[in-house]
């Protein structure tokens, strides 16, 4: 696709239920990140891909946390057991990489979770 | 891990004013990249920058890139109301495979 799709755009769950996002990035785009936006600002980096291939995965709680991208499938990024601190807008953005890197992201328009 | 400190947090001014927004690190990066958020969307990038002591302009905002590319600084002048939003600096590593985000900075143009 052209844009980055993000599903589902609002999700809310009970303090320790599971939570599944997804995200279908750019056709063509080899880099997909992950962000948490708390308090509308901070953008807090999670997990990023390079394909299939988990790239950097400093930011992940790894105790609940966990992403995925497989071939011809939305990336997800899983949340289990989910804590009330959870409760962000959570942004995938793809990229493709040009001469020296990474060049535009481009966000897909966000899962807001809250977690009740 | 590269910090990015975006100053100020929060903005609030009059339209017809001009502001500067900064984003400073202790770190080298390869380019760094200027994004715009409207409530509700992702951020759209406004600018990247390569070059130490690179400076953009689109329209009324004015970028430029320290020259030892730790830092940045967005302005804009003659704010209008639709400027208004949440402006986002980010770094590239020097691998170039590394999008860090600075804290972000809330502009409010008020009429």
């Known amino acids: 696709g052209e844009e980055v799709a993000q599903t589902p755009k609002h999700l809310v769950r009970g303090e320790g239920q599971k939570a599944k996002l997804y995200c279908a990035p750019i056709k063509g785009h080899s880099y997909v990140f992950w962000y948490q936006q708390v308090l509308k600002n901070e953008f807090k980096f999670l997990i990023s891909f390079q394909n299939e291939n988990v790239f950097d995965e400093t930011g992940m709680p790894k105790e609940r946390f966990s992403a995925k991208c497989l071939p011809n499938s939305p990336c997800s990024l899983e949340i289990q057991a989910t804590k009330l601190e959870d409760s962000a807008v959570y942004f995938c953005?793809?990229?493709?990489?040009?001469?020296?890197?990474?060049?535009?992201?481009?966000f897909g328009q966000g899962t807001r979770l809250t977690v009740v | 891990t590269q910090l990015l400190e975006q100053s100020p947090q929060f903005l609030s001014i009059q339209e017809g004013e001009n502001l500067t927004v900064y984003c400073n690190s202790s770190?080298?990066?390869?380019?760094l990249q200027w994004y715009r958020q409207e409530p509700g969307e992702g951020p759209v990038l406004l600018v990247t920058?390569?070059?130490?002591?690179e400076v953009k302009k689109l329209k009324r905002l004015t970028f430029q890139f320290g020259d030892a590319r730790k830092d940045s600084s967005l302005h804009i002048t003659a704010a209008q109301t639709g400027d208004t939003g949440l402006y986002l600096c980010?770094?590239?590593?020097?691998?170039?495979?590394?999008?860090?985000f600075g804290g972000g900075t809330r502009l409010m143009v008020k009429p």
């Open positions: 980010a770094g590239i590593n020097n691998a170039g495979n590394m999008l860090t």
């Open positions: 770190s080298v990066f390869s380019s």
């Open positions: 920058v390569v070059t130490g002591g």
């Open positions: 953005a793809s990229s493709q990489w040009g001469e020296v890197g990474v060049t535009e992201a481009f």
